[in-house]
């Protein structure tokens, strides 16, 4: 058997791809086993913000919101090209929560996270300001503010790759069997896609499952934790944007819920999430008819026009793997998370809990909850400075415009629509991507919409794509402009190749 790894990390969610990052940046070896595609649970499954999360505030989790808001503006430097800044509108409900309440709540949101980058809250008068003109006409008065939008699943992606340049060895569809302490060390059996079996040595084992951290502690690895994960499931739909403007809305419903309503990839609306116990296979999560009436109607009880289950155009549904509490209402069952530490030896680390906008900051929890035992040279933090892969864009968030044209003026053969979806998608990895372009025709078959055989030969030669849905639906949103003729031609050449 080959040298031990310093770590070895179950699952390749947005945790478990943070800690494998930062942890091989501070110069451990790391080894990364996924059963499925990277971050294919829930972490492409978000409402996609990066967000402190207004209404935590009610909860009393003010530690939890000044962490995410201070991390909203780290994140939005290092990804501005995957990342970037959304103002929301809230339309005053008077039977909901009161104004005062509201101007508390988004006083506190302006100043608990040291806000620099990102623009305050303000009142809005609805019946003057664009954003009411989509609105029912008795709301009158809303409040603006500011989070950011993230790709999710790039952001998983960019996490691992960055993982890899730094030496961590990042293994998708890859089951771990297995892991046994013997002899000082975790012995973990793996599973490849054709069911062979290979065996690595780790001197620390780091269950970063998510959903499936319980089954990893009971199952794979044979020991009893008293903490727990407790399922909710959170179902979106997407429509076509039916408004002016690139702002969002944050709606609030009668069980005292908010319902997100973003723009999404230009032109569409992604609407969500709803917030339901979930006992099931989180492999088997879906929406059902119940939570498309309930989000629809919530949008017409605040818009102008009707809505129709017709009008969806897509849909997904995630469970989110929140840290057990205890609470009683899924919805105030907390999103901060638990570090649960087995010092054994060898040393055993499971995360439950957690939110995407706070990954980071959780795996620097967690690399110090094993610092003792890592080499003092492994306990230097790193990761707050360091871009994300194309995130190194001039001028960062603000630069992102310049970068564009740029672009353009490289490549005048190329269509600007095109060069824009690149960057946005890879940052300055796009021109990695478009080395020697110069025409559509150098971009190889064009299947529809924005989609190139180079872009697709790209994601699977440096981004572990294999598979229609890792291209389609995680890596990229090509999925929502093809056609079935085009998507079903796209898979045909992809089984040739």
């Known amino acids: 058997m080959s040298e031990p790894f310093d770590l070895c990390i179950i699952g390749g969610g947005i945790n478990g791809v943070g ?20 971050g294919e649970g829930t972490s492409s499954r978000s409402g996609k913000l990066i967000h402190g999360g207004l209404r935590y505030l009610e909860y009393y989790e003010f530690r939890l919101v000044r962490e995410a808001l201070i991390e909203r503006e780290v994140l939005l430097a290092l ?52 954003p009411g003109t989509a609105l029912r006409p008795s709301f009158r008065v809303g409040f603006e503010y500011s989070d950011c939008w993230v790709d999710d699943a790039r952001l998983v992606v960019l996490n691992a790759l960055d993982a890899a340049r730094r030496g961590a060895v990042i293994r998708p569809r890859t089951r771990v069997v297995q892991a046994m302490r013997r002899d000082g060390l975790w012995r973990v059996r793996l599973a490849a896609p054709d069911g062979s079996e290979s065996e690595i040595a780790a001197r620390i084992l780091v269950n970063a499952a998510g959903p499936w951290v319980g089954d990893v502690l009971s199952g794979v690895i044979g020991v009893n934790s008293r903490r727990r994960v407790r399922l909710v499931k959170g179902s979106h739909i997407v429509l076509r944007k039916f408004w ?15 319902i997100f ?41 605040y818009f102008r026009r009707d809505f129709a289950e017709t009008d969806i155009l897509a849909e997904f549904s995630g469970v989110r793997p929140l840290y057990d509490d205890e609470k009683d209402n899924p919805s105030a069952v907390t999103r901060d998370y638990v570090l649960d530490l087995d010092d054994g030896p060898p040393p055993l680390l499971s995360i439950f809990g957690g939110k995407i906008t706070t990954y980071r900051k959780l795996a620097e929890h967690a ?15 790193w990761t707050a400075e360091a871009p994300l892969p194309g995130g190194d864009i001039p001028g960062g968030v603000h630069g992102l415009a310049s970068f564009r044209e740029a672009l353009i003026r490289r490549y005048p053969g190329l269509p ?8 946005r998608r890879y940052g300055t990895r796009a021109l990695e991507m478009l080395d020697g372009a ?56 992809l089984a040739a190749r």
């Open 19 to 38: 800690i494998a990052r930062d942890a091989a940046g501070r110069g451990l070896s790391v080894f990364l086993a996924e059963k499925d595609d990277l």
């Open 79 to 130: 990804a501005p090209h995957i990342i970037w800044p959304l103002r929301f509108v809230l339309p005053h409900s008077p039977e909901q929560r009161p104004v005062w309440m509201i101007r508390l709540g988004l006083f506190l949101y302006d100043h608990l996270g040291g806000r620099k980058v990102l623009p305050g809250s303000r009142r809005v008068d609805l019946t003057a300001a664009e």
């Open 244 to 258: 002016e403007g690139d702002h969002a809305y944050l709606l609030q419903n009668h069980d005292r819920r908010v």
């Open 261 to 301: 309503v973003n723009p999404y990839e230009e032109d569409f609306a992604l609407v969500g999430t709803t917030d339901i116990p979930y006992e099931g296979d989180p492999r088997k999560v879906a929406i059902d008819a119940a939570e498309r009436g309930y989000l629809l109607d919530v949008l017409r009880r």
């Open 367 to 381: 690399l110090e909850r094993l610092a003792r035992f890592l080499p003092p040279s492994a306990r230097q933090k």
């Open 416 to 423: 600007a629509p095109l060069l824009g979806h690149y960057a």
């Open 438 to 493: 110069r025409t559509p025709a150098d971009l190889g078959r064009h299947f529809g919409g924005e989609l190139y055989a180079r872009e697709a030969d790209y994601l699977i030669a440096t981004e572990w794509a294999e598979t229609a849905d890792d291209i389609l639906e995680r890596r990229t949103k090509h999925a929502l402009r093809l056609t079935p003729t085009e998507r079903a031609s796209f898979e045909a050449w």
